[in-house]
C-alpha cells in the first residue's frame, strides 16, 4: 500500500510540474516568435515571479523516485542520462536568462534569444524522456542493460513535439490570463490554431502508444477502459472550454481549462498503463524501496508537498491580476534643463559638465550588452566544463571512449585561454568600469 502512495505522490508532483512549469517554459518559447523587445521583456518579467517556486516540484518528483521507487531510478536514469542532463543545463542557463534579463533596465535581446532557446531545449528534452520510458527502456533485475541512445525513438520524438505544443498552449493561456494590450490580443490569437495542433499530436500520441510500448495495454478490462474513457472525455471537454474561451472573457477561463486538460490527459496515460511504471513489466510493487523507506519517504515529502504548495499559492496571491509593465523612467526632471530637483529642492544639474557626467554614466547604466556577454560567456564555459568532466567519468554509460585524459587537458586549457584572453579583452574595453555606471 505505501509504494502506491509513493507513486500517487510521485504523479501529483510531475503533474503539478507540467501544469506550472509547463506554461511558462511555453512563453519562453513563444517568446522566441515574438518580434516585440517590449513584448518579450513582458514576457520575461511575467515568469521571473514565479519560474523558480514552479520548478520545486521536479524536485520534489526526484527525491521521491529515488527513495520510493528505487528500481525505477536504477533503471530510468541511466537510459536517459543525455537528454536528462541537458534538460537540467538548459534550465541552469534559462534561470540566468530570466534573472539578468529582469535586472536590466531595458530589453537585452543576447539574454532574450537564451531565455527562448533555453526554454524549448528543457521542453523537447523533458518530452524525449518521456517518450523513452513509455516506449520501453531495456532493463533486468531492476537495472538498465541498454545502450547510451535507446532513448531515441520515433514515439519519444513525437512526444517530445506533442509535449511542446501543450506548454505552448498553457504559455498562451496563461498569456491571456495575465497581460494586457497587444500581449494580450495576440494571446488570444495564438491559443485557437494551437488546440487542433495538440488534438491531433494527442490522438496520433494516443493510438501510437499501443504499438510503442511494449507492454500489452489491457483495455479489455472494464474499470481500465472506463476509466480511461472519462479521462478522455473530460479532456475533449475541457479543450473546447479553452476554444471557446480563447479571446473572451473572463481570461482566466482558457488556462483553467487547458489544466482540466493536463489533468485528465495524465490520468488517462496512468489507467492504460498502471501498475506497470517501465514498460513492459517493471510494475510499481517490483521497483517500490524497503517499507522502512517508504514510510520516511513520506513523513519527509510529505511534510514537505504542503510547504511547497503553500508558497506557490502565495507567490500566485501576491502576483494576482494583470502584468503591468513598470515606467521605463521615473519621472524625474530632465538632468540637462536646470531645473530644480524635487527630490532635493535645489537646482537640477546644469547642461554643463555635470549634465554630460550624469548622461553619460545613465548611457553606461543601460547598455549593460558588454557586462551580460561576460557573464554569458563565463557561464557557457563552467557548463562546458561540467559536461567534459561528465563525460571523462563515463557517467552517461558507454561514452568514455569519446574524450579521454588527453581530451580533457586540451579541453581544460583551451577553455582556460579563451577566459584569460576574452576577460583581459573586456578589461581593456572598459567593461569592467561598472563604478561609472552605478553613480
Known sequence: MLEYTSYALILLSLGAYVLLDGYDLGIG?????????????EYSELIATAWDANESWIILAGV???AGLPAVYATVLPGVYLPLVVMLLAIVLRGTAIELQSAAPGYRRGWGLVFGLSSLVAALCQGLVGGAVLSGLPHRGGMFTGGTWDWLTPYSVLTA?????????????WLQDKTTGTAHERAGRLGR?????????????????????????RFDQPLRAALFGIAVVVAAACGAIAWYGFGRRPDWRPFAAVAGAEAAGLLALVAATAP??????????????????????????????????????YAWWV??????????????????????DPSTGGPGPSSGAAAAELHTAEARAEDDGPWAAVVGRRVLLTLLAVAVAALSQDVFGGVRAWIGPVGVAVCSVTALAVWIRSDRRSE??????LPAAEK
Open 29 to 41: 518559447v513563444l517568446s522566441l516568435f515574438d518580434r516585440s523587445d517590449q513584448r518579450r521583456k
Open 64 to 66: 521521491l523516485l529515488w
Open 161 to 173: 513535439l506533442g509535449l511542446t505544443a501543450v506548454y505552448l498552449l498553457a504559455g498562451a493561456a
Open 193 to 217: 490554431p494551437l488546440l487542433p495542433a495538440v488534438a491531433a499530436v494527442s490522438v496520433v500520441l494516443g493510438f501510437g502508444l499501443r504499438l510503442a510500448d511494449p507492454q500489452h495495454l
Open 276 to 313: 506497470v511504471v517501465v514498460p513492459p513489466d517493471l510494475t510499481v510493487h517490483a521497483a517500490a524501496g524497503p517499507r522502512g523507506s517508504q514510510l520516511f519517504l513520506l513523513i519527509g515529502v510529505g511534510s514537505c508537498i504542503p510547504v511547497v504548495l503553500a508558497y506557490n499559492i
Open 319 to 340: 502576483f494576482r491580476g494583470k502584468f503591468a509593465q513598470p515606467p521605463a523612467r521615473n519621472g524625474g526632471p530632465d538632468p540637462s534643463s536646470g531645473a530644480p
Open 428 to 433: 581593456a574595453a572598459g567593461e569592467f568600469d
